[in-house]
């Protein structure tokens, strides 16, 4: 499989491969370590699965994402989806094991913390895939060859401001988002139950950070609020 071709108008280097490793082994740590009372062998397949999908993207962009192919479009965008969907489902378990009248406070503050900084990474990775492209695409191609944005970061409008910060956008470094800007702008729609960092343009990205936001909603407060009562 040959690197993606660099159009000469492209002057940011391709993204490196492993800070989104780090962050999906992350979230299936955290899948693997769920009390047993929440979800028993079925995390190890949600990890499994993980891991089976990873493994071969890794193989095709070790470093760098240069490298793109059908076969790992398919492969990736599916492995942020068992993460989100994984993620979804612990939501809903949880919820039902607080309704059922559990009373292993500790137990349910451990495993909102996991779910809620999961549910974090997982819409990372999503938006990271989906948005214009994807990875790869998002710094090899022209820019006007690229796919419509799904995001528009404070960097994609700043040129005209003062020079320091117009010297960080995209029309005048060719700045380009990176897992740390997803994560970001995942990590911060989590906190606010709204975009804050960048904003959805797409229908499909104004639903995915609405179901987003609405899951940190329930966390909060239908599982971190009760559990914090029984222990009181």
């Known amino acids: 499989m040959e690197p993606v071709p660099k159009h000469p108008s492209r002057s940011t280097p391709p993204e490196h491969r492993w800070p989104a490793v780090v962050g999906l082994l992350s979230a299936l740590a955290l899948y693997a370590f769920l009390p047993n009372g929440l979800l028993g062998f079925q995390r190890f397949v949600v990890v499994g699965i993980g891991l089976v999908l990873l493994i071969p993207l890794i193989v095709a962009n070790p470093q760098r994402m240069t490298r793109q192919a059908p076969w790992t479009r398919r492969l990736s965008v599916a492995l942020a989806l068992v993460l989100v969907t994984a993620n979804q489902l612990a939501l809903v378990l949880l919820v ?116 987003q936001a609405f899951g940190g909603f329930v966390i909060l407060a239908l599982v971190i609020a009760r559990s914090v009562n029984i222990l009181a």
Do not use: H
């Open 96 to 211: 039902i094991e607080l309704v059922g009248g559990r009373q292993d406070a500790p137990s349910l503050l451990q495993a909102a913390l996991q779910v809620w900084v999961a549910n974090v990474i997982g819409f990372t990775t999503l938006y990271w895939e989906l948005d214009r492209g994807g990875p790869v695409l998002r710094t090899a191609l022209a820019r006007d060859a690229l796919p419509p944005a799904d995001l528009r970061f404070p960097q994609d409008e700043d040129d005209d401001a003062v020079a320091e910060v117009a010297a960080r956008s995209s029309a005048v470094q060719d700045w380009t988002p990176r897992f740390i800007d997803y994560f970001y702008s995942s990590l911060s729609n989590s906190m606010a139950f709204s975009a804050t960092d960048a904003m959805p343009l797409s229908p499909r990205f104004k639903l995915l950070m609405g179901l």
